[in-house]
């Protein structure tokens, strides 16, 4: 599968945007999907991340309450939407896919993945 994330731009703080992970190749209902970032100087970390089935989610803590992730399978696409971003949230945002069926807290690693698409930049202004 080949994933394209799209979406980022640059926003002041407060401000929302929709982050999209479009696949091809395969239909994305086959894999649990996960989105990271990665800021300037610091190591990739997981944002959220959401089950095949789309029933199971989770949330890195500072994101909490404000980004929300979902899955339209039909449209082979899965989305992040971020609300009352912060300068903090500052990074390259990057999707994920996995293959293996894991208890949704593993999805927060990183090597439960098997394929990466390129990333999208997002910058919050204060």
């Known amino acids: 599968v080949q994933l394209q994330a799209s979406g980022g731009g640059s926003v002041q703080t407060g401000g929302s945007l929709r982050l999209s992970c479009a696949a091809s190749?395969?239909?994305?209902?086959?894999?649990?999907v996960g989105w990271f970032r990665q800021a300037p100087g610091k190591e990739r970390g997981v944002v959220a991340a959401?089950?095949?089935?789309?029933?199971?989610?989770y949330y890195e803590d500072s994101v909490k309450g404000r980004f929300t992730i979902s899955r339209d399978n039909a449209k082979n696409t899965v989305y992040l939407q971020m609300n009352s971003l912060k300068p903090e949230d500052t990074a390259v945002y990057i999707c994920a896919a996995a293959a293996t069926t894991y208890s949704i807290s593993y999805y927060s690693t990183s090597t439960k993945y098997d394929y990466w698409g390129q990333g999208t930049l997002v910058t919050v202004s204060s």
């Open positions: 190749g395969r239909t994305i209902n086959d894999y649990a």
């Open positions: 959401i089950s095949r089935g789309g029933s199971r989610v």
